[in-house]
């Protein structure tokens, strides 16, 4: 440990490494291993592997409504490297929040957020105009914020599961 991080102790005891400094080191360093330690690094690694494919899974879910025979062969057979390097980014989403944050709920939340509110607007907005979700509808959301208070725009079956798949997972991750 640095002398700035235990700088209490150290001037406490004169400057020295004494017994208490020791002591508080071994309880710093035994807490820090109770946090990053608690679950086996199979599990965690399932995980980070596992999760972002659900993610994936539940946003095309939403978008396309269902998954059937067609999304297995056509959609996904015929572009699994396009789906391979979306799983692989949200993986990579997943392990920048789980860093940062420290904890997987946060990285849970996070991937399911950037998988599913995308698709999920995509799938409100086939249904009321007819076409995608587009880069440049990211200019007229005030203009789609008004619009979508008028219509009768509802939450489908998949959002709702998407949702509640995500709420089980981050807790879930709050033991990883």
């Known amino acids: 440990m640095s002398r700035a991080f235990c700088g209490p102790i150290f001037k406490r005891n004169g400057g020295g490494r004494g017994l208490a400094s020791v002591t508080t080191e ?3 360093r035994q807490t820090a291993k109770q946090h990053t330690d608690t679950s086996p690094i199979w599990l965690r690694a399932a995980a980070t592997v596992l999760v972002p494919l659900v993610a994936l899974l539940c946003c095309e ?4 409504g ?4 067609q999304f297995w062969t056509e959609y996904l057979g015929g572009h699994i490297g396009s789906y391979l390097l979306t799983w692989v980014f949200l993986i990579g989403i997943y392990l920048f929040f789980s860093h940062l944050a420290g904890r997987h709920t946060a990285a849970v939340l996070a991937v399911g957020l950037i998988a599913c509110i995308p698709a999920a607007v995509t799938r409100l907005k086939l249904d ?3 076409e995608p979700f587009l880069p440049w509808d990211l200019s007229q959301w005030q203009e789609a914020a008004a619009v979508a208070n008028k219509s009768n725009l509802k939450l489908t079956g998949p959002m709702w599961a998407s949702l509640a798949i995500f709420a089980v997972l981050a807790v879930l991750g709050w033991w990883l």
């Open 128 to 130: 009321f105009r007819g």
């Open 26 to 28: 071994s309880a710093v």
């Open 66 to 69: 269902k998954l059937n025979g």
């Open 61 to 64: 879910w939403i978008h396309r």
